[in-house]
């Protein structure tokens, strides 16, 4: 079912994709509305859903990481065994 979204959850989602560590404050200043009504419109969206969770992103050149690699692995058979035996080979 298509969540009903009005524009001030969409400001919200939005801002919150910008920068998911601003404080609720903050966010409901950005939104145009006050902290308590913003704060359990981020609960019902995070309930219903939508915000699946926050995370942090690294800079892999600061930690040491200079290259950054992609694979495509490809398995013959998806059988539980072979499943296994792939996990413990990676």
């Excluded at 800079?59 to 539980?80: C, I, N, P, R």
Aim: negative net charge; hydrophobic residues 45%.
């Amino acid at each position: 079912m298509k969540a009903r979204l009005d524009a001030i959850d969409w400001q919200i989602l939005k801002e919150l994709q910008e920068d998911g560590r601003m404080t609720n404050v903050e966010l409901a200043r950005r939104v145009g509305i006050s902290a308590p009504p913003c704060l359990r419109r981020v609960r019902a969206l995070e309930e219903a859903g939508l915000i699946l969770g926050y995370r942090t992103l690294l800079d892999e050149k600061q930690l040491g990481y200079d290259v950054t690699a992609f694979a495509m692995v490809g398995l013959h058979s998806q059988t539980e065994a072979d499943l296994i035996a792939f996990e413990q080979t990676v």
